[in-house]
């Protein structure tokens, strides 16, 4: 292609952009300055939070998509508006703010706690629990702090799960063209999630620990895990279930992940979708290469090898959703939400067997599939944004990208931890 041609292709493809996002209003940013109780027919969320995020000068953001030298930590507690006004599966953005609790997803509490009061609110929490667990749950790319915790929120509300929540959110800008940036930011952080996952194996109060991770965060959920595995021999039997929702993660990696990890590792449940159409763009990006999300789970050799591995794949391929990504069919979906609650609350398998959704879940004792992420060039990522209403509303400040490439600080790497005394940050 001649250079003034791509030019032309350019600018067209960028004055079409400014004509769509003029008409795609996003939700207003700064949600989580706390409002009154004015709607006692809503629910709460209570939740504790670890961040390798740095602060934010804005009280209404808590937490940027910049790196901080060492985690922090923070109480939310999140309003949900009653069932008649919201479906399961949704998040419910307030038009303006501040947010009507009534109507919206509102913060009623939303404080940076120092680590002794985040382990005394995992106590207590802890402590309220059933079968005295801890539910984690890891985002993915492109993901602000606030949308981390009203996603969480959700999930944890529509499943009904009765264990502590915590949420652990690593330093995403939440642009679509800093998946690079992103994907590094996993990396980052992977110290500081070993070390929480230790401070779980450790505290004699925490009978059992699930994991969920989604898209992105998936290889830092498996990469915490196996530097845990590897530091202590073995994975500990409290960690029971790890919930990998459209991974992010090079099918190859992850063959080598799980044999790191041992024969004694938790129950690996896989949430696949052949129709993801973000994972087929980071398939390219990726080289061609097949991701953990979007592999069709009967084929070989994938099936061999999960069944070996006792993995579990539930294929939502024909699963219909909201997004048109097909990317978030687990949060998404009321009857998968509620499945992964009853997964964790009552310890059952997790199978496609107890729901019905017109076209039935596909559930397999085998399966690996093929990615969650998105593109890295603007050109390749330009179709997501056009369909992905999550990206959107900040997509519009990626244009002048195209004048040239985008500002990224050099930040020295530092070892995050949950409790630097307590372990050492040994990779």
Not at 35 to 52: E, G, H, I, N, W
């Amino acid at each position: 292609m001649s250079p003034t041609l791509a030019g032309c292709l350019q600018r067209i493809f960028v004055c079409g952009m400014i004509v769509f996002l003029a008409g795609c209003g996003g939700h207003p940013k700064g949600v989580l300055t706390p409002v009154a109780d004015t709607s006692p027919k809503s629910s709460r969320v209570d939740m504790l939070v670890t961040t390798t995020r740095s602060r934010s000068a804005n009280p209404g953001e808590m937490f940027t998509g910049e790196r901080a030298r060492v985690p922090a930590f923070a109480d939310i507690t999140v309003s949900i508006p009653p069932q008649k006004v919201r479906k399961a599966g949704e998040v419910a953005w307030p038009r303006r703010l501040p947010s009507n609790p009534a109507t919206d997803f509102a913060t009623f509490k939303a404080e940076e706690i120092d680590m002794n009061a985040a382990k005394a609110w995992l106590s207590a929490s802890v402590r309220k629990s059933p079968d005295r667990s801890v539910f984690v749950f890891i985002h993915g790319y492109n993901t602000r702090f606030e949308d981390s915790v009203y996603r969480f929120a959700q999930i944890v509300h529509d499943s009904g799960v009765h264990s502590a929540p915590v949420l652990v959110t690593w330093p995403s800008r939440g642009k679509l063209l800093d998946y690079g940036y992103d994907r590094e930011s996993t990396n980052y952080t992977r110290n500081a999630l070993e070390n929480l996952f230790q401070y779980l194996y450790r505290d004699p109060e925490i009978k059992e620990v699930s994991i969920l991770a989604h898209s992105m965060g998936n290889w830092l959920a498996m990469e915490g895990l196996r530097q845990m595995a590897i530091r202590n021999g073995a994975l500990p039997s409290k960690f029971k279930n790890v919930m990998l929702a459209a991974p992010d993660v090079d099918v190859d990696v992850f063959r080598q992940q799980i044999a790191d990890m041992g024969k004694q590792h938790p129950q690996f449940t896989l949430f696949v979708s052949r129709d993801d159409r973000a994972l087929a763009v980071s398939r390219r990006v990726w080289g061609d290469v097949a991701r953990l999300g979007s592999i069709d789970p009967e084929q070989a050799p994938y099936k061999q090898e999960l069944a070996e591995n006792k993995i579990n794949v539930i294929d939502l391929t024909k699963v219909k959703s909201g997004d048109r990504l097909n990317h978030g069919k687990f949060a998404e979906s009321p009857e998968i939400v509620r499945l992964i609650g009853s997964r964790i609350s009552e310890g059952q398998t997790l199978t496609d067997s107890r729901v019905e959704l017109g076209d039935r879940i596909l559930a397999a004792t085998t399966g690996t599939a093929a990615a969650a992420g998105n593109a890295a060039g603007l050109i390749l990522a330009a179709p997501v944004a056009v369909v992905d209403r999550d990206t959107r509303d900040n997509y519009a400040s990626e244009v002048s990208a195209l004048a040239g490439p985008s500002r990224r600080p050099h930040v020295v790497p530092a070892c995050g931890s949950w409790s630097a005394s307590e372990i050492d940050c040994r990779r």
